[in-house]
């Protein structure tokens, strides 16, 4: 994939399930998620309030990336996922996704996110800052 490929950022509606699949496995995030359960990635897809996605600008071409938010267009968004295939990672991909997604958001909005260990420096370089008081509940399954 070329560096000067024209990426088209947009807010999504009705994201397939497979695409979504693809995305998660291709980028690595495939071993954190569920990705073996078509139900449960149906589920994190309709229970989305935010999806913004990232495809060249090419007739058919699939999905590279994708941030799935939970948000309530007011106060805060978190990130749940963001994704970008290998064969993507390190053209600005993560980074325009997180920009469309604070465009859409408007300025009043502050977004959240927990990291992957090995994202830290991404998140890190694009400008977020790291919080300290983050608590987690796992779940069960």
């Given amino acids: 994939m070329a560096e000067n490929s024209h990426v088209l ?3 999504e509606t009705a994201l397939g399930v497979a695409e979504f699949r693809r995305v998660l ?3 690595g995030l495939g071993e954190g998620r569920p990705v073996d359960d078509q139900a449960r990635l149906k589920a994190m897809l309709e229970g989305a309030s935010l999806i913004v996605t990232a495809r060249l600008d090419m007739e058919g071409t699939p999905l590279i990336g994708v941030a799935r938010c939970l948000t309530d267009f007011s106060w805060v968004c978190y990130i749940s996922d963001l994704a970008v295939s290998a064969k993507a990672q390190g053209l600005g991909i993560g ?3 997180m920009d ?5 958001l408007g300025p009043s909005v502050a977004i959240s996110l927990i990291s992957m260990p090995e994202a830290v420096g991404f998140y890190e370089r694009i400008g977020m800052r790291r919080m300290p008081d983050a608590f987690w509940i796992s779940r069960k399954r």
């Fill in 25 to 27: 496995v291709d980028s």
């Fill in 100 to 104: 469309e997604v604070a465009r859409q």
């Fill in 95 to 97: 980074k325009g996704l």
């Fill in 9 to 11: 950022y947009a807010r």
